[in-house]
Nanobody, 124 residues
Framework: VQLQASGGGLVQPGGSLRLSCAAPELAMKWYTISWFRQAPGKEREGISCISSRDGTTNYADSVKGRFAISRDNAGKAVYLQMNSLKPEDTAVYFC??????????????????WGQGTLVTVSS
């Protein structure tokens, strides 16, 4: 099962992007979906998740107040709205799914289904 992350690109500091995560072969509404990112030379960081049960969301401190995760009503996609972007947000962003609780910390080891990643570059 492969998730598909899209929506990355080049944006100026202070700008916004919306990432999408879809999984044609996975009933996404039954899974917790998380977003991770990996900057060059750094470990992969879990930044946000949304629960399958009740829509509970959680965020890493590094993105809290700037990023928002959501699901579409059909349960076929999850989005990450990224506002007030900073150069340090530059990374490859991945979405992942599994039947786990959405609670911090968001750990890479808990997820078995992954997307291929989409590059976000924040630069003037």
């Amino acid at each position: 099962v492969q998730l598909q992350a899209s929506g990355g690109g080049l944006v100026q500091p202070g700008g916004s992007l919306r990432l999408s995560c879809a999984a044609p072969e996975l009933a996404m509404k039954w899974y917790t979906i998380s977003w991770f990112r990996q900057a060059p030379g750094k470990e992969r960081e879990g930044i946000s998740c949304i629960s399958s049960r009740d829509g509970t969301t959680n965020y890493a401190d590094s993105v809290k107040g700037r990023f928002a995760i959501s699901r579409d009503n059909a349960g076929k996609a999850v989005y990450l709205q990224m506002n007030s972007l900073k150069p340090e947000d530059t990374a490859v962003y991945f979405c992942a799914a599994d039947a786990v609780l959405c609670m911090p910390p968001i750990l890479e080891s808990e997820y078995q289904y992954w997307g291929q990643g989409t590059l976000v570059t924040v630069s003037s």
